[in-house]
């Protein structure tokens, strides 16, 4: 009996098969950790509350899910009454502003670690690293101590004579939940910046210097067009969670003037008529998150084939 494939192609298929088998823990530890719960969160959503009791009615039948909770929160948005869109357009300010605000520091600490470090490289990595060591709640709370009336920020601003009473930044500013964003999720960023700039290859930075460039020019013409790649993919990795924190302003302001989208979806879930719009809410969300993620893996796909 003949087959179609050579003797030539063998090998190339039996590593197919076995990078398939491989991949199966994977795809069901996704299985079961994700699209589990994801459907879960669809059966809420496409629920009911049942008044007379106050318990939440999961509908587990696609056939049988209600649009009810997507319209609740569509009027939410829109509606008379809304409240849903001044935290959207909080949420996108705030991100935006801590996502720049942690480029602006995270990547002249990962610059130096990937080129100048050196020797001490893996201690910087380390020291780098060590903030994930340390729980995000743990975190939040070194800076409440901080950022106390009477903690060491006030101390210091009033020892410089740069404020004369202490200021309550505690006390719903603005400034320090994207401060605390920023310090939460650079890690992140600075991780993925020393990735790419570490993968830039030396000699096209040394042909630039060799060309008449000085370290100013070399580092606009050459380094950092090479990252701009880099620099999206840790924008991306840093802005998605961040849209969907909630913790952060809980711990650092609790007011409303300062809420975003994450503690809508929070305040909803906790309350039991409500839970259905915000499982509602927290899918809306997801998909449109996801919009960016999926124009990022469809144009880094696109760059690579053209590349080879």
């Known amino acids: 009996m ?12 039996r590593r197919r098969v076995l990078w398939a088998g ?3 823990p994977a795809i069901a530890w996704l299985a079961v950790f994700f699209v589990v719960p994801f459907y879960a969160v669809l059966a809420v959503a496409g629920g009911q509350i049942d008044e007379l009791q106050g318990k939440l009615l999961p509908e587990w039948n696609p056939f049988e899910w209600s649009r009810a909770s997507f319209e609740a929160v569509i009027q939410d948005f829109t509606g008379p009454g809304s ?13 935006i502003l801590a996502s720049l605000l942690a480029l602006v520091i995270g990547y002249p600490a990962a610059y130096y670690v990937s ?8 201690l910087l990595l380390a020291l780098l690293l060590a903030p994930f060591w340390v729980s995000y709640m743990m975190r939040m709370l070194a800076w409440i101590g901080l950022l106390q009336t009477d903690g060491y920020v006030n101390r210091v601003l009033i020892r410089l004579h740069l404020i004369s009473t202490p200021v309550a930044w505690l006390g719903g500013k603005a400034s320090t939940v994207i401060l605390g964003l920023t310090y939460g999720y650079v890690p992140y960023l600075i991780l993925v910046l020393y990735a790419g700039l570490d993968r830039i290859d030396g000699s096209l930075i040394e042909a630039g210097r060799d060309l008449g460039l000085n370290r ?3 580092f606009m013409r050459i380094t ?3 990252s701009r790649q880099t620099i999206i993919t840790a924008l991306l990795i ?3 969670p961040m849209a969907g924190d909630y913790f952060t302003n809980q711990m650092l302001s609790g007011a409303t003037n300062t809420s975003m989208l994450g503690n809508a979806i929070q305040g909803q879930l906790q309350s ?3 839970q259905t719009q915000g499982a509602a809410l927290s899918l809306m969300m997801l998909g449109v998150l996801a919009i960016p993620m999926i124009y990022y893996v469809v144009v880094t796909n696109r760059a690579s084939q053209e590349a080879a």
């Open 272 to 274: 039991t008529a409500l």
């Open 238 to 240: 840093t802005m998605l």
């Open 83 to 95: 409240f849903l869109a001044p935290l959207v357009e909080r949420t996108v300010a705030y991100v």
């Open 224 to 226: 950092l067009p090479l």
């Open 115 to 122: 080129r100048f470090a050196k020797r001490r490289k893996g």
């Open 22 to 24: 491989l991949s199966m």
């Open 216 to 218: 100013v020019r070399t």
């Open 2 to 13: 003949a087959t179609d494939t050579t003797p030539a192609d063998r090998p190339a298929r």
